[in-house]
């Protein structure tokens, strides 16, 4: 049933931070007045300054502010908003939000409902997908019953296997078991772990596919049960479930791979009905077999991979789906030039274990130029806390190749300044700088499989360190008496001292804590 053409005049947004700021400047463009909500720690972000109006829900932490769902839909009611767009985290893929936003006559920009409830239970979007001819993982369809069954279907599959929470979803509650002695207990310790988690103890089993690539769709419906794709995002570069870098395209696709993940995505996205903004998420084994296996039911971090591109705006789409607009660009219309990466600049010590940082940004510097973008929420002054995602920026690059690309992203990287707040920087250098990822060939293990790649240039060995020491002594000596810094000429003429030639100073490579990457 096509359905009917609603305007959208104004929109609460329903986040903060650099997401917040992505959904207003479209509205703006769009000539839609955004409503920002914020919480006391938020009083003076830039998404609040941004914003036509806005709206305070609560106290810092997010259970008493951005998580209140009766609050934002108060909001919205309050100011006169048409619809809510709930960004990403937060209530964005809460269907029991989606049904308070709709019932008080509101717009949720986004799919409906029964879309993410069917792909938000990993055992019914399994049914699902099974249904709809989408190959998922093999492994089981109902919940796991008793030991004796868990068992023989774990040999029918062959170890290792998977444990995994039908309630759970990136990366929580899922445990790898590989071997039959494991089984039963690991089972017993999933299923109460799920209970504490989810309220919700279904667990069920997979085959373990080891260290595969983990690469995702993006497609998008409309209201007329048009659906389509628009390519996929490389996402294996991460660590502990954390993205660092997203490009696209995939190193590891080729054309027929790349349309055949693209036509599933499609299939599981009619499967369910979806409407709007999904991201269908897939893991690539070693034999380049790919498998479903969660649905995103929202707009992602790393769109903007896939709108450098096709050069689309997201947003844009979202919005005019959510009025009853039909897509207004059919599968063969949508095309995809040249590469784009995108890295996650985040408050964290990567050299301490990447312990979540706060303080206050004390000197910033954004990078700018040709093909870079940079999505934000950071400005000289602003307070770091811990009461969100550590998340402080998004740094995108666009090039005709991936060569290009990668120069780009390390020229970009070179331009950033940020003091006051520690942050994965030289991490993220490292990581563009990386063998794996120069190469291409890198998967969702590399980071944690390979750290000594990952880590800064190695300190001195105490010898070293020593004869760096006495070195410098003899040098400093050297130039106290008059001597040139450097050796004599071949011609055997001394260069004049003043004019002892400009050295790049030892100093300057050395191992520093907290100095040059
Ligand atoms: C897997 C898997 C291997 N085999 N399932 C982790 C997060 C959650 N979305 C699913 N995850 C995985 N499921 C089977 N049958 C490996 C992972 C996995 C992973 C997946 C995507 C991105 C990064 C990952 C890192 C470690 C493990």
Known sequence: MPAARRPIRKVLVANRGEIALRVMRTCREMGIKAVAVY??????????????????????????????GDLVVAAAKQTGADAIHPGFGFLSEKAAFVRQVEAAGLIFIGPSAEAMEAMGDKLAARRHMLAAGVPVVPGTTEPAKDDATLLAEARRIGFPVMIKASAGGGGKGIRIVRGEAELVSAAARARGEARGAFADDRIYLEKYLEEPRHIEVQVFGDAH???????????????RHQ???????????????RGKMGAAAVRAAQAVGYRNAGTIEF???KHRAFYMLEMNTRLQVEHPVTEWTCGLDLVRWQLLVAMGEPLPLTQEQIRHEGHAIEVRLY????????LPATGRIVRLQ???????????????????????????AKISVHAATREQALARMARALFEVTVTGVVTNLPFLRRAIDSEPFRSGRYDTATIESQP????????PTREQHLALIGATMAHVLRRRRGFPASEPAADGHAPPPAAAPARRSGWRDAWRPGGAP
Do not use: I, W
């Open 39 to 68: 919480s006391d720690a938020d009083r003076n972000a830039l998404h609040v300054r941004a914003a036509y109006e806005a709206v305070r829900l609560g106290p810092a932490p997010a259970a008493e502010s951005y998580l209140r």
């Open 225 to 239: 049960g048009h659906v389509v794709h628009l390519g996929e995002r490389e996402c294996s570069m991460q660590r």
């Open 243 to 257: 993205k660092v870098v997203e490009e696209r395209p995939s190193p590891l696709l080729d054309e027929e791979l």
């Open 283 to 285: 893991l690539v084994d």
């Open 347 to 354: 408050a964290e010590d990567a050299e301490n274990g990447f």
């Open 366 to 392: 954004l990078p700018g130029g040709a093909g870079v973008r940079v999505d934000s929420g950071l400005y000289e002054g602003l307070e770091v806390t811990p009461h969100y995602d550590p998340m402080l």
């Open 452 to 459: 000594e790649l990952f880590r800064p240039r190695v300190p």
